[in-house]
């Protein structure tokens, strides 16, 4: 599963959508929908904030209940590549121990 790029999606969704990606490529393209210049490498990452296309409008408020919601669906599918990000999890961690 592509994870770190399915929770930068997750910014970007107005509801949960249960959709499959087994891989980066097949959600790449979803991805430059948002994001129309990312790429997956090391050079990108330092070039640009990634982090500031995040967190703006409240997309990283948006991602969390997004994840949440798909946690509790994910416990009740038979699906082993049901879609999740467990990054809210170490997000809300790290806002209780500062």
């Avoid at 249960?18 to 990312?38: A, F, M, N, V, W």
Wanted: a negative charge.
């Amino acid at each position: 599963m592509p994870c770190i790029e399915y929770w930068f999606l997750l910014h970007f969704k107005k509801q949960v959508s249960t959709r499959e990606y087994l891989s980066y490529d097949e959600l790449k393209p979803e991805l430059k929908k948002h994001i129309d210049d990312y790429e997956k490498t090391e050079k990108y990452f330092e070039k640009y904030d990634v982090y500031q296309k995040l967190i703006s409008g409240n997309k990283q408020e948006n991602a969390i209940k997004l994840a949440k919601n798909l946690d509790e669906l994910r416990m009740v599918s038979d699906s082993k590549t049901f879609p999740f990000s467990d990054m809210y999890i170490l997000l809300e961690e790290l806002e209780r121990k500062s």
